[in-house]
């Protein structure tokens, strides 16, 4: 069984400031990791993934994230947030092999002061 | 390349009524997904399909909630007879297969009266 936590449901970071989003997982196999972005009445879409290799994933528009085996966690970071920032992020997992599908957190709205 | 297209983009409908919703997937894809989305209960998965065969009808959303593949371009997904609780985001993804990305249409917003 899998299972993702996003501990903080709402967010606030000021324009031009550094921004972390937690994310802590739970998966008795390999997980393969990802975060996603939804813009207001869009779907989601990938910001960036992690398989295997450098812990330090880089991903679209500036993101980054960083897998922690030892701590079970993949926390996405940003050096400086701009006000198209602002949005819902999901992290997800899914196993390296079997049958269960991706699990997703329950999201974190990022609002972006200016 | 086109993306994943959902239609209609709002649907409202009576208690009672059946209504069904379209997505047809990005050209290629094995696997095509059918969620819900509410701000309580978050993503829930309906329906899995790979190569339009159906792998998963999502448990709970059994009794009223159909989806269907009859093509590897085109998914449907019925609910008969909604009630007020079907109020929700309904967003359609695709993807090459397991572990793969998934990307995902601009959804479907029920409202049901």
């Known amino acids: 069984a899998q299972s993702v936590t996003q501990p903080d449901a709402r967010v606030t970071v000021s324009e031009g400031a550094s921004l972390q989003l937690r994310c802590k997982y739970s998966s008795s196999v390999t997980p393969y990791l990802f975060w996603y972005v939804q813009y207001p009445r869009q779907g989601l879409q990938l910001l960036l993934k992690y398989y295997s290799g450098d812990p330090v994933v880089q991903g679209v528009n500036g993101f980054e994230a960083e897998f922690s085996k030892s701590n079970s966690s993949f926390h996405l970071r940003k050096a400086s947030v701009h006000w198209s920032d602002s949005a819902v992020y999901f992290c997800a997992v899914t196993p390296n092999y079997g049958n269960e599908k991706i699990t997703f957190g329950a999201g974190t709205k990022l609002t972006i002061k200016p | 390349d086109a993306g994943v297209t959902q239609t209609p983009r709002h649907e409202v409908a009576e208690k009672g009524q059946t209504i069904i919703l379209k997505c047809e997937p990005v050209s290629g894809h094995n696997d095509l997904f059918w969620y819900r989305q509410t701000k309580i209960q978050g993503l829930e998965l309906l329906s899995y399909f790979r190569s339009k065969s159906l792998m998963e009808d999502g448990g709970a959303f059994k009794d009223r909630f159909k989806a269907e593949m009859l093509n590897s371009s085109f998914s449907t997904l019925k609910i008969q007879p909604t009630e007020p609780k079907d109020s929700a985001v309904y967003l359609c993804?695709?993807?090459?297969?397991?572990?793969?990305?998934?990307?995902f249409g601009s959804g479907t917003r029920l409202t049901v009266l």
């Open positions: 993804a695709s993807s090459w297969g397991d572990a793969e990305t998934l990307y």
